[in-house]
């Protein structure tokens, strides 16, 4: 019973949620945050910091479950309301007790799940983990809601039969509940099967649930009698038609296609024989829309017709396409018959469903063959769509089916309609500035928004480059090019955003702070004189023997759960960024970011793959962007550019591995075994390439016929091979997309095979007599890069407009991205970066614009920097570890040799240990520091650095007060460059946590090599910081990394006389943000 007290709160929590419900309901969501917030004196503040769980626990005890769940929902639904969706996860993640390490542990989080959840009514269970798995979802943290589901279904990873272990536990759950609390855990079940491991074989799962065999499926008569009874039980019964097809549409998505048309045929309430009928169908159809609400209707109709369009069922499809509208194929060629239809058919219809409906009905019409009059009713749509063209201040409900409408649209019809190309690629960028999609939505939806504004992208760059050529442009053709770089930069800081709302962010607990001392064991080198490793301690020999392939290491223990890391500021930046967004890119806009000297060279990609670049400088005398080169390339210069990036990668693994180790008896050395599967592999494709083409085979068929040895590739015959799934990026290049014609695609990707054939057959037959030979051999491939990139990217134009006093700023796509750019070798064999005064990277003008203000604010003048390096001794003992000496005796070298006062060194290696934990309090104890530079292998899981508490991908640290981030680590993630999982992705979610400048490695490295050039960079710009004038003071960090490139090469790249450093270190380098 409860306590005389204890009741009284009772009564005032119920008071508290009846009317915090009622201000929800009347979307007032501060006033209701507000009032659950002031009864258990939680503050804003709180939300975000370890006070949030013990206040919370101080004003629900005592209290029962099901009010003290209540609240903790309704506080979280509020917060939800207002955007601050971490912020109600944190609500529930403190009332349940967890960490963010838990769900990185199975049965831990299954226990604590267990212990908090078991006592509390089943109801009330399930929506706790429905809300939670929510905030998880919006915050694209879809591996956790997988784990949050699987520990709470207390499934056995190790079960021989994970689909039974599935099936018999969410059976047992589901039948516990009430029958609305198991449709909502139905539902959330039914978006994770694939990450509950189980897949389309889980959709069973939910069949047995609502008691449906293979045979109910043959009669409405039985589908009626497994499912009347259910829908009858719940709440409202509409929730149980959105589940049901929801159900269709995965059993679409399992290839049983007919089940789903069974289903949904059953509530719809028509026959098979219906779609013979048009008349009768459209009959059925109308009624079931008229016996439901609105949407309905258009929901059920976008499902219905793209099961019929996959299943290849043409003819229903348009049976119901005329039974849903009046539609016949007579109408749809033209805007006069089937606009009025459409319109009535709408008529009722929400903003959104009238977009997916459109889209759907385009997509549909493709799909059954009739591209030419989807076309038309896409233009028809985009002209008369209100919102398009006048975009409601909160934007448009609507923009994730208006953009794919629109791309569909250019792809189509552009290269006939250039003038309404032009005017709609204008109207999709404003539209896009202002309909922001913030709102809940699913990671799978969003990244497939994402793709379609990479279309769009393309589109703009196709209409855009009717007016570039190789030739000097007029100035209306310059007015053109030069609206058309601001389009597509406009819609690449859209994308960037995008990357923002999807990013995980990863807080970390501290670790011992770095300290003003010597971090090794071994003692310290004597003093040199200099800030860069001794060359007599760094051998040829040794050196060679570090670049080796990136092997799996074993995982760390993970952090102790219960210290609690409060996550890094995102949320304000992201309203930065949303702001900003809003604003455009205009000239203005664009002058501003570029100053004075400042040099922009944008490169992407057409529609067809042509590369489409252009230099662009301030106007003098005002604040206007003029246009001073530009170029277009050839169609499948994307795809080319992928060939010549993994053909460097594959020069660079097998250049690296003849002396990798000793070969005993007749037993392969891995650097062989390599050499061998690669041969292999290449010449059973190439053979199949050939008999395909003399017997007019299909490529589809061929792909086909090698995917066994491709998936070999990735097998266990080569440890290398394997590590670097070179099978499975091999497929990813034979599969993606090209503009070329069937036979076409087949002599080119027979060159390309032909050509990495070449190199495995020098390799094999080559044996470099010394190390010397082979790093030769490395820069050599470095240079046969650059070389190919030079092939396809004439930037002859640009030699001419070059300035010493320059800052070249590139914003370059997709390949492009992995090419050392201020290494292009321009014509007579000069290096880009010796013709200006600096080079560096943006990653976009959002980026550079939110790195600005904080330069403003943050840029620091503290007489202080760190060195914090790793490396695991059981491996590193004898190779890479040997040279961090290098590393922290060249820094506190220059800190106490600085041209100013001495300065502070903090360091962390061994004692205090190499954490990302370390890097977290050394910024919250210290006000700011000159540079941080990390040190350590790279991972070639994904974008980042090992450390001692793990692989650390930016997170965890506030790098607002931080000059020059350095990065010395081999290939973050270079070698799969998929999505956030590279460089830029690395730097991306730095940026997220306030980093302004960050010098990175694009693929592997000399650990000696590297650590001069890191050193040299820091030693450059502390002395230029110290050159006295206000002029002197812009492109610091730039000018720095282009001193250090002079410092090691010469003009040509060869390596100057006594310097360890060579080209394909220092060219693996590159700065991205401010310079």
């Avoid at 050395?669 to 292999?680: F, G, K, Y």
Wanted: contains cysteine; negative net charge.
């Amino acid at each position: 019973m409860l306590g005389l007290r204890s009741f009284t709160r009772s009564i005032t929590m119920m008071r508290v949620l009846r009317k915090a419900g009622r201000l929800a309901m009347a979307d007032e969501p501060d006033e209701a945050l507000a009032r659950l917030s002031t009864v258990a004196r939680i503050t804003d503040d709180d939300y975000g910091s370890e006070r949030l769980a013990p206040k919370l626990a101080a004003y629900l005890d005592g209290l029962p479950d099901e009010l003290s769940t209540t609240y903790v929902l309704m506080l979280s639904g509020a917060l939800g309301m207002r955007r601050r969706t971490r912020e109600a996860l944190h609500v529930v993640e403190a009332f349940l007790g967890l960490e963010r390490g838990d769900y990185a542990d199975p049965a831990g989080l299954t226990r604590k799940l267990h212990l908090r959840l078991n006592p509390m009514a089943a109801d009330l269970r399930a929506s706790l983990v429905c809300t939670l798995f929510g905030s998880l979802g919006v915050l694209s943290r879809e591996s956790e809601s997988s784990a949050l589901l699987g520990a709470d279904l207390n499934l056995d990873p190790a079960a021989a039969d994970r689909t039974a272990d599935f099936e018999a536990k969410l059976i047992a759950r589901l039948s516990g509940l009430s029958p609305d609390a198991a449709l909502m855990y139905f539902n959330v079940v039914g978006m994770s099967l694939d990450g509950l491991g189980v897949g389309s074989a889980g959709v069973t799962a939910l069949e047995r649930y609502l008691d449906l065999r293979s045979a109910d499926y043959e009669s409405p008569e039985r589908l009626a009698a497994k499912l009347q009874p259910w829908l009858g039980s719940l709440g409202s019964p509409i929730t149980g038609l959105i589940a049901l097809a929801g159900l269709a549409a995965l059993l679409a998505e399992a290839d049983a296609e007919e089940r789903a048309l069974a289903l949904l045929e059953w509530y719809v309430g028509v026959e098979p024989a219906d779609y013979q009928d048009p008349r009768e169908l459209g009959r059925k159809w109308r009624t079931f829309c008229a016996d439901h609400p609105e949407d309905i209707g258009p929901t059920t109709w976008r499902i219905w017709g793209g099961v019929l369009s996959g299943a290849g069922r043409f003819d229903d499809a348009l049976a119901l396409i005329e039974a849903d509208s009046g539609l016949r194929l007579a109408d749809l060629d033209d805007p006069g018959r089937f606009g009025p239809k459409l319109e009535h058919r709408l008529a009722q219809a929400q903003v959104d469903t009238r977009a997916a409906y459109l889209f759907s009905l385009v997509d549909d019409l493709t799909r059954i063959g009739h591209p030419d009059p989807a076309t038309l009713i896409a233009e028809w749509f985009l002209r008369g769509y209100e919102n398009f063209w006048r975009v409601p201040s909160a934007g448009d409900p609507g923009v994730v089916h208006v953009i794919p409408l629109l791309v569909r649209w250019l792809e189509a019809a552009s290269l006939a309609r250039p003038d309404l190309a032009w005017r709609f690629c204008e109207q999709g960028v404003l539209y896009l500035r202002h309909s922001l999609v913030m709102t809940e939505m699913q990671l799978a939806d969003r990244r497939e928004f994402i793709r379609y504004v990479e279309r769009l992208r393309r589109e703009v760059l196709q209409v855009g480059d009717r007016w570039s050529g190789q030739g000097p442009l007029s100035p209306a053709d310059e007015a053109h090019a030069l609206q058309a770089q601001l389009w597509d930069a406009e819609l690449g800081q859209r994308l960037l955003f995008e990357g923002f709302l999807i990013a995980s962010i990863e807080p970390i607990p501290r670790a011992d702070a770095p300290e003003d001392r010597w971090p090794l064991a071994a003692a310290e080198p004597a003093d040199l004189g200099t800030h860069l490793p001794d060359p007599a301690a760094c051998r040829e020999e040794d050196m060679f023997r570090l670049l080796r392939w990136r092997a799996a290491r074993p995982a760390p223990a993970p952090p102790d759960p219960a210290v609690r890391a409060g996550d890094p500021a995102a949320e304000g930046w992201l309203r930065e960024a949303e702001s900003i967004v809003r604003g455009g890119v205009t000239e203005s806009v664009l002058a501003a970011t570029l100053g004075a000297n400042g040099l922009l060279v944008r490169a992407g990609f057409r529609a067809d793959q042509a590369l489409v670049w252009a230099a662009l400088r301030r106007r003098d005398g005002d604040d206007g962007v003029r246009v001073v080169a530009a170029g277009t390339g050839a169609p499948g210069d994307l795809w080319r550019l992928r060939w010549a990036s993994f053909r460097h990668d594959m020069r660079l693994l097998m250049a690296a591995t003849p002396l990798r180790l000793e070969v005993e008896g007749r037993v392969l050395s891995p650097a062989e075994m390599l050499i061998e599967v690669l041969a292999e592999a290449l010449g059973t494709m190439t053979a199949a390439l050939d008999r395909a083409a003399a017997a007019d085979g299909a490529a589809a068929d061929w792909l086909t016929g090698i995917t066994p040895v491709l998936a070999e590739l990735d097998g266990p015959k080569s440890t290398i091979a394997a590590d670097e799934q070179l099978g499975s990026r091999l497929h990813t290049l034979l599969t993606g997309a090209s503009p070329f014609t069937e036979r076409d695609w087949l002599n080119a990707t027979r060159t390309e095979l032909g050509r990495l054939a070449a190199i495995v057959t020098r390799y094999r037959e080559t044996r470099f007599a010394s190390a010397r030979a082979a790093l030769d051999e490395i820069d050599d491939v470095t240079r046969s890069y650059l070389a190919d990139v030079a092939e396809i990217w004439s930037l002859d134009q640009l030699t001419d407009r070059l300035r010493a006093d320059d800052d070249l700023v590139f914003q370059l796509e997709d390949s492009l991205q992995s090419v050392p750019i201020a290494h292009y070798p321009l014509h007579g064999g000069a290096a880009l970066h010796t013709r200006v005064r600096s080079t560096r990277i943006s990653l976009s003008v959002l980026m550079t614009i939110m790195q600005g203000q904080l330069e403003e604010s943050f840029e620091t003048t503290a007489d202080r920097i760190l060195a914090l390096s790793y490396f695991e001794p059981s491996l590193d003992a004898e190779d890479a570890a040997s040279y961090a000496k290098w590393l922290h005796h060249g820094q506190r070298w220059l800190a106490r040799r600085s041209a100013a006062d001495p300065m502070t060194c903090l360091n962390a290696a061994e004692a205090p240990v190499g954490a990302a934990g370390s890097m977290r309090a050394a910024l919250e104890a210290y006000q700011g520091f000159q540079t941080v530079t990390v040190c350590g292998h790279g991972s070639a899981d994904g974008a980042g650095i090992e450390l001692s508490d793990g692989l650390w991908q930016g997170d965890g640290c506030d790098w607002r007060a931080v000059n020059l981030l350095i990065l010395v680590s081999c290939s973050v993630g270079r070698l799969t460059q998929t999505e956030d999982q590279d460089v830029e992705g690395l730097c991306v979610r730095l940026a997220l946590h306030r980093a302004r400048a960050v010098l990175a490695c694009r693929w592997p490295v000399i650990a000696p090599q590297a650590i001069a050039f890191a050193n040299e960079v820091v030693a450059q710009y502390l002395a230029l910081r110290q050159e006295p004038g206000d002029a002197t003071r812009a492109n610091l960090r730039a000018r720095a990394v282009n001193a250090a490139r002079r410092r090691f090469l010469k003009a040509d790249g060869t390596r100057m006389e006594d310097e360890i450093v060579r080209l394909n270190t220092v060219a693996a380098f590159e700065l991205y943000g401010l310079g």
